[in-house]
Each structure stands twice: as structure tokens, then as C-alpha cells.
């Protein structure tokens, strides 16, 4: 064809065809958008950042840590205890996995006399997980005490800090306990609605654990002193801190993000028929958290969101506004024939 044939097409031939085309491109935009294109977008994000504050929901009573150098174990006046957490997605990160890190630590709202530090414990977990599902996969870590290593964990499974994004609850799902380092099953207690959002309530319980006898155990979590200072007659007796407790979460189903909790801590001395309190508290997660972490809960949600629902919308009415643009200039072309 010569250049002066190609001419020969004008604007209003090429538009329909054009208009064709756009509404096919549209079309398939509409069917891949949600399909394709949702669940790449539906993963934990790497700019993950969460802090959550959980004052006790009562005073609490806790053993006075001047006293474990003092002539008898003495137990604190009630007073508001503070868990501190925070989460955050560090190295190794890419496209599959991403490593979560969390520190957490139960304080004392008020520094107790003599002493120099408010905090009872402190944890520092690490666990590498996968973007899509949010389950273990590599390597998981947890340290008690800065001064030692952190402790690998090799069969660690189930979920601890967040959930897979466009999360369905599974009665076979468990939850991780990182220091106790017990797996226990999470039961569906029902769905709630959170600043209109979707949420799944879930709960664990965690069976009271021996911490001096698991691997690598913290060499504070046993503990030997004269008999008197347990208010015993006799000798020396050693007691082991054992903990258990229960986790009760409230979960954003379409990011996976634990947007409240309620968590039970029961931490203890024992040695025979010898129970000395160390913790025993229920903290939930204060007003100004929630808030937080529903506010994250929609970020992380929302590329995935406007993939899956709004795409495919504004797709659909391009293809039919320029299908129908296509279908009215080639009835006009015709009429004009």
C-alpha cells in the first residue's frame, strides 16, 4: 500500500477499532486484576513497624527483684504493670520472606524502692516467615538476656505477631509462645467488627511450662536460697520459674494484623508443693494502640484492596464505556453510508 492509500484513513475509521481494542485491554484488566494481580500485592509488608502498649487490667502484685539478695523474698505493693511490645521486619527481607523481630517486656508502671530497673523481663524473638502465608520458614531465635546468644529454635511453627494478609480462619491454625516455646491450638471464638473493619477473635492457651528446663535455658530461671527466704524451715531449696498464660486475639482478616489483645501472664517459682508469685497479670492492649493498629491494618491493606475491588471496577466501566463508544460511531458510520 502507498503512502498516499495509508492516508486515505481517517480519524473516525481508526476510533472504533481503537475503541475496540481499549475495551478488550479493559476487560482484561477487570478479570487479572484481582486474580493476578491482588494476591502479589497481599503480602507482609517490609515497612511492618508496630508498637503495642497493654496495661494490666488490675494491679498486680510481683515479687520485689531487691529481695533476691535480701535475707527473704519479698512481694511488691499491687501497682500497674506495662507490656511493651514492638515489631518490626528486618534482614534477610525480599520478594518470598521477610524476618520479623519483636522485643517485648512487662514493667512495672512505677519503679519499685531501691531498685534501678522497672523491667521484670524482657524477650527479644526473631522469626523468618513467609510473605504470602506468614508461616515460619528458616531461621527463629529468642533471647532473654542480652549478655547470653539468642537461642535457635528449629521447629518453630505457627503464628505469633501477624497473620497471612487476606487471612481465613482454619481450626487447624496454632499459635507459637516464644517463651515458654510452646505450640498451642488457636480456637475461633467468632468475628467482630473494629472501626469497620472485619476481625476474627481467636484464643490460645498456653500450658504452664518449665523455663529452667528447656534448651539453653536462662540460668535466672533457677533459682537456689537458703530455705528461710522462701519462708521455709530446712536447708537450701532450688525453684524453677514456670510459666503459663493464655493469648487472645483479635485479627484484621484482610491484612492478617493483630489489631487488639488480651493477654493472660502467670509466672511463677516452684519447687514441691512451694508456689512463690512472681507475675500473675492480664494486660490489654490500651485505646491509643487499637487505633494504631487498625490504621495499619488498612495501610497494609489497601494496595491489595484497590486491586481486587476498585481495578476492577473503574476496568469494567472503561471496557463498556469504550465498547459502547466503538458500538456507536460504527451505527453512525453505517447510517451515514
Known sequence: ?????????????????????????????????????????????????????????????????????????????????????????????????????????????????????????????????????????GESSVQTDSRRPAWVLPDRSGFTYLFAPRFTPDSAQRFFDPVTRQHAPLTVLGRDIRDGRAVTRMRAEIPDTDLAALPGADPRMRLTRPAAWFGRPGADMTADVWQGGRYTLWVDEASGLVVDAEIVVRRDYRAGDLRLPDVEATFRYDEQTRKSLVDAARTQSRPAWLAGRIVPIVAVIAALAAAGGAWTLRRRSRDAA
Open 1 to 137: 500500500m502507498s503512502d498516499d492509500q495509508a492516508s486515505r484513513f481517517t480519524t473516525r475509521q481508526l476510533l472504533p477499532p481503537t475503541l475496540v481494542f481499549l475495551a478488550a485491554l479493559f476487560a482484561t484488566v477487570a478479570i487479572t486484576a484481582p486474580t493476578l494481580l491482588a494476591p502479589q500485592l497481599a503480602r507482609v509488608s517490609l515497612d511492618t513497624n508496630l508498637v503495642a502498649i497493654a496495661p494490666s487490667t488490675e494491679p498486680a502484685v510481683t515479687l520485689d527483684r531487691c529481695s533476691l539478695d535480701g535475707p527473704r523474698a519479698v512481694l511488691t505493693p499491687p501497682t500497674t504493670l506495662i507490656r511493651n511490645q514492638r515489631i518490626v521486619v528486618v534482614r534477610p527481607a525480599d520478594r518470598r520472606i521477610a524476618t520479623v523481630q519483636a522485643g517485648t517486656a512487662i514493667r512495672r508502671d512505677d519503679k519499685a524502692p531501691g531498685c534501678s530497673d522497672p523491667v521484670l523481663f524482657a524477650t527479644l524473638d526473631r522469626v523468618t516467615v513467609d510473605r504470602t502465608t506468614a508461616a515460619p520458614t
